[in-house]
C-alpha cells in the first residue's frame, strides 16, 4: 500500500498529469463545482494506478485521459437525471441565454429563488461559494438552487 502512496504522490506532483487533468477539467468546470473536479481528478488518478496495465500498449497519460473524460462526462449525466430535466438551465449557458428571456423566467418568484438563480447562473458561483454567501453548506445551497430551478420550470409551464 505504501508503493501506491508514493506512486499516487509522484504521478499527482507530475507536470504532464497534471497538465492532463486540467485540460479535461477545464471543458467541464461549468457545469461541476470546483471541489467536485479536484475530486474526481484524486479518485480518477488513485483507480487508473490500481487497474493500468501496462501490456495492453497503452500510455498511463492515455488511459489517464480517456478514463478521467468518461468520469466528467458520468458526472454530467448524474447531474442531469438529478434535476430531472434534460433541457434544464443547468445545461444552459447563460451567456448565450438572452438576459430578457432570463429575467422573464424569474420574474415573481420568490426573492430566495431568485437570488439563487441569480448567483449560480448570472455570477457563475459554485455551490460552496453560494452558501457560504447565504450562511448554510454546499448541499444546502445544492438542494435549495435544485427546488429554485424545480419552482421556475413550473412557473414557466403554467
Known amino acids: 500500500m505504501n508503493n501506491i502512496n508514493q506512486e499516487f504522490t509522484q504521478k499527482w506532483?507530475?507536470?504532464d498529469i497534471i497538465n492532463i487533468m486540467n485540460q479535461i477539467s477545464n471543458r467541464f468546470n461549468r457545469n461541476i463545482d470546483q471541489d467536485e473536479i479536484e475530486s474526481i481528478k484524486m479518485n480518477t488518478l488513485w483507480k487508473c494506478i490500481l487497474k493500468y496495465d501496462a501490456d495492453r500498449?497503452?500510455?498511463f497519460t492515455s488511459y489517464l485521459y480517456q478514463q478521467l473524460s468518461y468520469a466528467y462526462k458520468n458526472k454530467v449525466k448524474?447531474?442531469?437525471?438529478e434535476y430531472n430535466c434534460t433541457s434544464n438551465m443547468e445545461k444552459v449557458d447563460t451567456n448565450?441565454?438572452?438576459h430578457r428571456k432570463y429575467y422573464d423566467a424569474t420574474d415573481g418568484l420568490d426573492p430566495s429563488c431568485t437570488l439563487l438563480l441569480n448567483q449560480r447562473y448570472l455570477h457563475n458561483m459554485t455551490m460552496k461559494e453560494i452558501g457560504k454567501a447565504n450562511g448554510y453548506s454546499r448541499e444546502t445551497a445544492r438542494r435549495k438552487l435544485k427546488k429554485a430551478v424545480?419552482?421556475?420550470?413550473n412557473s414557466c409551464e403554467h
Open 13 to 15: 506532483n507530475d507536470n
Open 57 to 59: 500498449g497503452t500510455k
Open 78 to 81: 448524474k447531474k442531469n437525471r
Open 96 to 98: 448565450q441565454l438572452s
Open 150 to 153: 424545480e419552482t421556475c420550470k
